[in-house]
Every structure is written in C-alpha cells, then in structure tokens.
C-alpha cells in the first residue's frame, strides 16, 4: 500500500534560518508528489508538486523540494523562514495518473520564533 | 472567484445522529472529493464526485455517502454517527477535463467544517 511519512511533527525554528521539513514516501510503483500547507482555520493551499523530470522542484512563498529516488525522499526546505510560514505542512501522493485520491502525511507543525 | 465554499463552518452533533455537509466548488470545477481530517492526522480520501456520480471512494464505510447536483455543488452525508467520527471534513475541487489532461491537476480545498460528535 501506498504511504507517505513525515519523520517530524513538530519543528521549531527562528526567523531567517533555513528549515528543511523531511518526507518519505512508500510505493512500489512511479509516484506523484505534492506539499501542503495549512494555515489555521484554513483548508489546504499546495506549495509545489513534483510530476516528472527535474528533480528539484521549486514551488510558491520560496519554498523548493528535492525528488531523491534512491532515498524514497521528498524533503522540503526553504533558505530562510519569515513569521507568516508559521502553519501545518503536509506531504501527499497520488499514485497514478487520473486518480484524485491523495495520500496524505501526518503533517508537520513548522513553528517560526522571533 | 469565491474559491471552494463549505458551510456550515462548525457543526455538533451527538452520536446516532446523521449530519450534511456542503460543497460548492470553484467556478469552472466540475469535480468534487471529500476527505476527513481527524485532529493531528493528515486529511483522508473518502471519496470523489464527477457527473453526479461517484468515481473514486477511499476506505469508509457505507455510512459515509454523498451526492453532486447538476451545478456541481456537493454534499457529504454521515448517518449513525460515532465519536470517531469527529474532524475536519474537507471538501476540494477541480476540473476533471483538465485533471485528465495532465499527469496531475491542481485541487483546490475549500476551508473545511469542523464537526464535533458527543
């Protein structure tokens, strides 16, 4: 079965360092992968999807992601943090192409510190 | 452009009881599916409408149902309803000419309705 785990549920980090939000995914066959943000009392926005072809993706508010392979890994990571990331983040797949179902993480709680 | 509307916002409900909730998708979408976020989970796929049928269901059980009416508005149905059955019930939507048009097409979510069973 297809699974997507997200290795942290709660990150600290002060404002203007790097984050990296960590995800792995489970799948024996080709994935499509994707990362959410939720703000509160908000439904999700995505951040960026991988599909195909470069590995690393780049996606809206600074945020960028690397497709590893070889790792099963989609880690997100963004150089410098501003207050207004502060809000839940989620990995998600969906396994082939046509279908609507999203496989989703736990999610993790990115907490930004002044 | 609304974007992807849900109402109610909060619902309570006690056990034994059925619940609707409501969707209306963005304009130009024409497909809708449901997911359940229960709290400190991810979302989870329950199922998905097209042509006022269903399409696509995860893994709950007959107690969930649903329907799409002809402007593509949805609702989401839960009847004997459980304790477990408290979340966050996310509906999103997209275009499905579009979703088959490219590996993958971007779903809008809509903010949720929170419900609370006692």
């Known amino acids: 079965a297809q699974s997507v785990t997200q290795l942290d549920s709660q990150v600290p980090v002060f404002e203007e360092a790097p984050v990296e939000l960590r995800c792995n995914y489970s799948?024996?066959?080709?994935?499509?992968l994707f990362w959410y943000v939720q703000y509160p009392n908000q439904g999700l926005q995505l951040l960026l999807k991988?599909?195909?072809?470069?590995?690393l993706v780049k996606g809206i508010n600074g945020f960028e992601a690397e497709f590893n392979k070889s790792q099963t890994s989609f880690h997100l990571r963004k150089p410098s943090v501003h207050i207004s990331d502060t809000a839940e983040y989620f990995c998600?797949?969906?396994?082939?192409?046509?279908?609507?179902?999203?496989?989703f993480g736990k999610g993790t709680k990115l907490s930004v510190i002044p | 452009d609304a974007g992807v509307t849900q109402s109610p916002t909060h619902l309570i409900k006690t056990r034994g009881q059925q619940v609707t909730l409501r969707c209306s998708p963005k304009s130009g979408h024409d497909t809708v599916s449901w997911y359940q976020q229960a709290l400190g989970q991810g979302p989870q796929f329950i199922f998905q409408y097209y042509e006022e049928e269903e399409r696509q269901r995860g893994n709950f059980p007959d107690r969930f149902s649903g329907h799409q009416f002809p402007n593509y508005s949805s609702e989401l149905n839960v009847n004997a309803l459980l304790l477990g059955d408290s979340a966050l019930y996310l509906c999103?939507?997209?275009?499905?000419?579009?979703?088959?048009?490219?590996?993958?097409?971007?779903?809008?979510f809509g903010p949720g309705t929170r419900l609370t069973v006692l």
């Open positions: 991988y599909l195909s072809g470069s590995t």
């Open positions: 799948s024996s066959v080709s994935v499509y």
């Open positions: 998600a797949s969906n396994r082939r192409a046509g279908s609507y179902q999203l496989t």
């Open positions: 999103a939507s997209s275009s499905h000419r579009e979703h088959m048009a490219v590996p993958y097409n971007e779903q809008f």
